[in-house]
C-alpha cells in the first residue's frame, strides 16, 4: 500500500505557481509541506486517512491506491469505461474482446495443466489472464447497460 501512496503522490503535477509531487500534493491537501509524506511513512505517529487517499486520487487522476486496496483484498480493481458516444458496435467489439480474452485464458490453462502440476509461473500467468476476462466483462456490461437500459 505504501507503495502505491507513494506512486500517487509523485504523480501530482501541480497548477500554475505550485510545485509538482509529493510536497505539492501535501499542500494541496492542507497537510503542510511534509505533511503528506509524515503519514505516507507512518512517522510522528501520523497514517493516511481513507478520505485523504480517496482525494490524492481525486487530484492526480490515477487509480494506484484503489488497485492496491483490490488486491490486498484479494480483488481486482477495474476502471469503468468512458460511456459517451457509445454505439452498438462499440458493444460487439467488447464482446470479441471478451471471447479473445477466455480464449487466451483456456489455452493458458491447458498448457498449465499439461504436466497435472500448475507452477508459479504459469499460476501468476493465469491470474493475470483472469484479471484481463474479469475487466473486459464489467466494461462489457457497462457499456450494454448504458445502451440498453432506460434509467
Known sequence: ???ALVKTANAYRGGKGEQDGMEGLSVKLGMGRFGLRNRIYELKMQGIYLSAARQMM?????TFIAEAMAKEAGGVFIQLPSIDGVDQEDLHEKLMKLHADIGALSKDYFAATRDDEIDQREKDQLLGQRDKVCQTLHEWLALSFSIYCRN
Open 58 to 62: 481525486r487530484e492526480t487522476g490515477t
Open 1 to 3: 500500500m505504501k507503495k
